[in-house]
DNA sequence: GCTATCTAATTGCATATGCAAATAGCAAGC
DNA sequence: GCTTGCTATTTGCATATGCAATTAGATAGC
């Protein structure tokens, strides 16, 4: 194995050189081969490793930067490029750093937290099978000492076993699985409900008050990584986004 | 003038030719001088009258491809595509198509209707001055028969006069605005709030229960062509969307 | 040590060329 | 009329080539 990246870049013979080329580089990255700040082989490395023309590589290679997965430079050279922080409208965000662009400060605090295998209406609001192992948490994120958003959280121990002796006190749980995990794919979903007593206590709201309750799931190559609650008071918040009549603006 | 728009490309020497090419033809698409539907000249047409190398009109032309602006097919040629009906998660879509797309029969009725300067409270709620026309509509659309969406919309006469003259009887606003009118910009904001008690009314649903409302305003080239307040049942509706680290999947 | 300069690595862009693949429209044959 | 096949048009892909722009790192000079 050279020192290098470079044998890790496999074609698979389907469809076009550029593209194959172009998912050859993505899987790695994707897959955590190479993770964010690697270097990249230069064109002329991957010309001759694979047998195509320059040009062929640099086609491919152009269109992985424009997706966002690698930068380049020139003279410099290409690099595995950190995935963006926050995406057009919803995302995966860092509650810290969304309090903190408000310009309030932030804390958190963990209300509960039991590991092993879910309660029965735990693995109900989720959508888990029993018998898998699973951290569940309750988190409140305040913001300048107010609540801000709470969270209930369950972390996948088959897929992240690390999670098991985080005691999650320097971060919240979200800000370590983003640190700490890989992901590939998330779903989300948005809807308002009502606030329940003890949603309302924790929020500091009035009972039955409406709320935006942001659901997501994640998972790394199919495997669950973490599915999470965020419950808003609806009044205090809203989410924007812009776009153009044939994708983002 | 030849009988097809090649006079109209036009670069602005700006940056690389490829993409003088593609801002060049997007544009068109943009301002609504190609409309869906309008063959764009093949790549050799292009190439002659442009002086660039094919290759180049050829990368041009399959960016705005995979932009989704334009359709290509061998042999048959390069079209300009109807912008997609829905995007991601949330966009312009038709309620209509929404409604059917759940197996449930489809109406609508217009509750009120006003054209001419806009009331104090209208303004206020739509960020509006005062001295533009508009016709401001109350419409509650319906799934079988059910409450299924209340809508409150503006639209800006200066930007569309057609509308003073349409009655929306055949089909609700948002849809005959996405046939008669242009949009380039769009900007959503999503929040959750109590029903007041007309909203309830209308929604068949409780006082104070929370519904999802989503606040939709649009622009074409700066000039604001509709704003719309949609408010859906809280318990009813999801907005459900998909991604990976990188972008849409 | 510090700075200015040079060199070479690397990406960016454009061209010219050739062939492959798809297919619209026409022609030929039945 | 219907089908079958041909042909020319148009896009898709890959290569080879050359030069431009950027700049990291080495070198030379002070």
């Excluded at 409140?140 to 098991?164: D, F, K, M, W, Y």
Aim: charged fraction near 20%; hydrophobic fraction near 40%; glycine fraction near 8%.
């Amino acid at each position: 194995m050279s020192d290098s990246g470079l044998d890790a870049v496999k074609l698979d013979g389907a469809g076009p050189v550029y593209d194959q080329i172009r998912r050859a580089i993505r899987d790695l990255v994707l897959n955590g081969t190479w993770t964010p700040g690697t270097s990249v082989p230069p064109e002329h490395a991957l010309m001759e490793r694979l047998g195509a023309s320059r040009m062929t590589v640099h086609r491919a290679l152009v269109q992985l930067a424009r997706e966002g997965l690698i930068t380049r430079r020139r003279r410099s050279g290409t690099v595995v490029a950190s995935p963006p922080a926050s995406h057009a409208m919803l995302d995966i965000l860092s509650i810290p750093d969304e309090v903190r662009q408000l310009g309030q400060d932030y804390a958190f605090e963990i209300l509960s937290r039991r590991d092993g295998k879910p309660a029965a209406e735990v693995a109900a609001l989720f959508e888990l099978k029993r018998s898998e192992p699973i951290v569940h948490l309750v988190t409140r994120h305040l913001s300048s000492g107010q609540p801000h958003v709470l969270e209930e959280r369950v972390i996948h121990l088959a897929t992240v076993p690390a999670a098991a002796d985080e005691p999650f006190e320097t971060m919240p749980a979200g800000d370590w699985l983003l640190q700490h995990s890989l992901w590939s794919q998330a779903e989300h979903a948005l809807s308002a409900v009502a606030a329940g007593a003890r949603e309302a206590e924790l929020l500091a709201i009035g009972r039955g008050e409406p709320c935006l309750l942001v659901e997501r799931r994640t998972w790394n190559q199919s495997a669950p990584v973490t599915a999470v609650r965020l419950l808003y008071p609806g009044g205090r918040h809203r989410f924007v986004g812009r776009f153009g009549p044939y994708g983002q603006v």
